[in-house]
């Protein structure tokens, strides 16, 4: 994630902040900033990892599709805050999880955390998923992408939703935990475009696809915006809504920045408050 084009105010950013956090909104969309406990720092490859995070409160309730903003210290040239999807949740264990890729000094920063080390997020912001009109939905995401996914195929699940999913990388290390969804899943497409994993070739190519009808009544993506604009285009085909989680550029993650706006055909919205989920209908130029 790069630094906004133009420099921000960070005292008048700072004060904005706080008087969100401390604004009277309601406790479910309150947002709340933590000192986190780092529970475990899991490699999952050269360029994958997922850091589990104790929280020293009780967790507010959090829904997916939700992010943070995670503060990056010993890190000079990392001056924002990074945003990152909720990756999991483990209400019993007080903990939540984020998984991230390593892509600049910041990641690779966070990716030298040890347990017991501690971190700063401001959590959780943005909106979340729609509930879909029918019962058959499909989830996709691409490399990092799938973050979004696996808190809201439990969620799906447990409102009695058939849930599949489709992860695609460019091999087989991309397709990150893929075991995690079987136990809320009913199908679990794999695609590479190497084909080192699952069926070769970029994920809108995967056979599902080639399908005439498709039950679904919902298709949820999340990933590079080439695949999610690609996945709407074909959802859009076969008449199926479809939400995308955007990865915008962010750094106050508050709507103050204005760094994160998107063209939406009712006028520029902020991906980290409106957002990052979007109906792609409602997405100008998709
Ligand atoms: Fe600042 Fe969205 S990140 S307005």
Sequence with gaps: MSLP????????LLNRIANVLESGIPSSMKKHMHDFRVVRNDRLSEHYYVLELECPQHLPEI?????AEVRVDHSPLTYLRRPFSIYDVDIQANTLSLLIKKVGEGTVTLGRLKAGDFLNLVYPLGNTFSDPDGDEVLLVG????????????KSLYAKGKIVDVLIGGRSRSDILEPHLYEPFTRNSYITTDDGSAGEKGIITQHSLFGKDVLNYSMIYACGPDPMMKAIAALAHLKGIPCEVSLENLMACGFGACLCCIVET???????????????TRNLAGW
């Design 5 to 12: 084009p133009n420099p921000v105010n960070r005292k008048k």
């Design 63 to 67: 829904f997916p599709g939700q992010f």
């Design 142 to 153: 691409g490399g990092v992408g799938i973050a979004p996914m696996l808190l809201l195929a």
């Design 265 to 279: 055909k009712e006028g520029n919205k902020t991906t980290c408050v409106e957002g990052p989920v979007f109906n």
